[in-house]
Each structure stands twice: as C-alpha cells, then as structure tokens.
C-alpha cells in the first residue's frame, strides 16, 4: 500500500459547508505530496477555488436544490428534484471517469456527491448522514442514501466514534455494509489567542429564500442592539453588498483565515445548525445559539441533540427573537479538547490506495 499520487476531492454544491469541509482535507493531500484536483459547481467550487487558486478543478453538473418554504410540501419537492439529481450525478460520472483516465487520478474523494465515483480507482465518500431525519420519507431516504454509499469502498464519517460525539444516530445505520471509518472532526479553522471584540457573529448560508428570511431577521434585530458590536457574514457570492451601521458590520463572503480571525474574535456565534458548522465550533470551544433551517430534519435534529447535552441553545428561524440569545449563557459551550480533529491517530493509513 502506498500514499496516492492524484487525488481529485469532489464535495456536494448544497450551502457551503461540504466544501468547506473539504479545505482541511486538501491540505492534508498536499502536506503529503499528493497531487490534488478539485471537482464541483457552484458556491462550493468558488470557496475552493479562493482557498486552492493553484489547483486543476473540473466543473461538474449543478446539484443546487430549491426549498419550499411550506413544510407541507418540503420533502415532496426535494424528493421531485432528486430525479434530476440523478440524472445529473450519472452525468457527473462520466467526467469524474474521463478525468480519471485522462490525468492519472488514483483516489476520489467524494463529500456526500454520488456522482463523484469511478469503479477503476479507489473512491470513498465523506458522510455524517448515514441516516436520514426527513419525517415521512426517513426511511425512503434513508434506504436510497444507503444503497448509494454502497457503492463506494470507504465511508468516512467526520466524527469520533464515541456515544457522546457530536452527530449521534445520524452516522449509525445498519443498512451501510461498506468499511466505515470515523476520521475526526473537520474544521478549516484554528484557536488564535485574541480579545474578543465582537459581541455577537452571525454566519448564515444555505437555501433561498430561507437564508435571506434568517438574514432580513438578524440585521433588524442587531441594528437595535446599539451598544453591542455585531458582525455579520452573509454567505453569498453574487449579491451585491449591504450597507454596514454604527454598530453592525457586513460582509458578503470570507475566505478562511478571515473568518478564522472573526470567529475567534467573537463571543458569541449566532448560526444554522449545519453538521460542518457544528464541527467549526466544536474545533474552535465556541459558546453558540442556532437557529436550524426550517423543515431540515438533521438540523433541527442536531439542535436538539447539542441542546439536552448542555452545550447550545436554539429556536425555530420562526419564532426567533434576539432576547432568545441570552440563554446561551446557561450552557457550557463547546469545549474543543473534547473532540479529535483530523486526521486521526487511529487511521494511519487513510489515505493509503
């Protein structure tokens, strides 16, 4: 067995957390010599694209959802678009194939996009999702993601494989047979020693209209706050900017090491529930309150969850109001040496083809 010697590291376009993600992945790859590519669309190829401006990418096919804002038919409309998915991910493999072939790629790693796979090289997939919350059709999807992670020769789950981690049921299902490693946590991001200037960070991203919903929300709320000092960061890339206030800064996009310094800059983290946000502040021993987008039922899952084990308090996007955050000071927060971080000790052959 011996290190790769092309990797191609492919993640899912859906928000920004998958590709983020990824940032600690490549470096990894490159720290070893690794040659590596980078196969996506969308935001999630321009973040690794700003982060990785030297590295080949290959575009693939869009696999942007849109959301209903009815929790009626949420489900019902993802599940509609998930035949074009398909469709798309076929697609997708054909490329990744050609791109294989055509530049000696020796291991894929996929972050939850199915269509980035090759049956002639090593492919594993990064999932903390090997089940899936998604009320009626939990176990359609469940069945469906399963039969897709099948595929792959390794599942990795970004995660500790420990009762007490940080995904709980959703990275255990009986219905995945292939090898599953549990890699530790992945975080773009480092503890800094600074003073904590910022009173309350906000970072949003995901589907629309909801991330504009949270953002519309969150900008009256801190313009109100006239004595506390508010950043926000929008996550988006072709809108134009915002105007800041007296008391609340605004930005559309950071690359990592500038968010790096807000984060730890900050005293209180105000963002979704996402897994790969969950993990940054994990990383990072933040004190956080979340706000899950709506219907999404691994959020809302992980909500709770860090919420009955007293780390951080939430609300529905719904119901929030800005007294809610105060609660945050009841609960520990995260304590980052509680959590192995990538790559992990365990593993010492992960990258091993």
């Known amino acids: 067995m011996a290190l790769p010697t092309h990797v191609l590291v492919s993640p899912l376009n859906w928000g920004l957390g998958h590709a983020s993600r990824c940032v600690p992945v490549i470096a990894h790859c490159l720290k070893l010599g690794c040659k590596v590519s980078i196969a996506s669309d969308g935001n999630a190829l321009k973040l690794l694209r700003d982060e990785f401006p030297s590295l080949q990418t290959l575009e693939l096919n869009s696999s942007t959802v849109t959301y209903s804002k009815s929790g009626l038919f949420f489900y019902l409309k993802l599940i509609l678009q998930g035949f074009g998915l398909q469709k798309r991910a076929h697609k997708d493999e054909q490329l990744v194939e050609d791109y294989v072939q055509k530049h000696g790629v020796d291991l894929i790693i996929s972050d939850h996009r199915f269509g980035a796979f090759s049956s002639s090289v090593k492919s594993v997939i990064i999932c903390h999702q090997l089940q899936f919350k998604a009320g009626l059709f939990s176990l359609t999807s469940s069945y469906f993601n399963a039969k897709q992670l099948n595929r792959f020769d390794e599942v990795w789950v970004p995660d500790t494989p420990d009762q007490q981690n940080l995904s709980g049921i959703l990275s255990r299902s009986q219905q995945v047979n292939v090898p599953i490693k549990f890699i530790g946590i992945l975080s773009r991001f480092k503890n800094q020693e600074t003073q904590k200037t910022i009173d309350y960070l906000a970072i949003i991203s995901g589907p629309e209209p909801l991330r504009t919903q949270l953002e519309d929300k969150l900008i009256l709320s801190f313009k109100a706050l006239r004595s506390k000092s508010c950043v926000l960061v929008r996550g988006v890339y072709e809108k134009d900017s915002l105007q800041d206030s007296a008391n609340l800064k605004i930005y559309n996009h950071l690359k990592s090491e500038e968010l790096n310094v807000l984060i730890n800059q900050s005293k209180l983290v105000i963002c979704r529930s996402g897994y790969s946000s969950v993990m940054d502040l994990a990383c990072l021993g933040k004190r956080a309150f979340f706000i ?44 980052s040496e509680e959590f192995t971080e990538f790559p992990p000790p365990q593993h010492p052959e992960l990258l091993e083809v």
């Open 292 to 335: 899950p987008t709506p219907h999404q039922g691994e959020q809302e899952y992980l909500a709770k969850r860090l919420e009955q084990i007293n780390i951080a308090p939430f609300t529905s996007q719904n119901n929030f109001r800005m007294d809610d955050v105060k609660k945050s000071q009841l609960y520990s927060g995260f304590k």
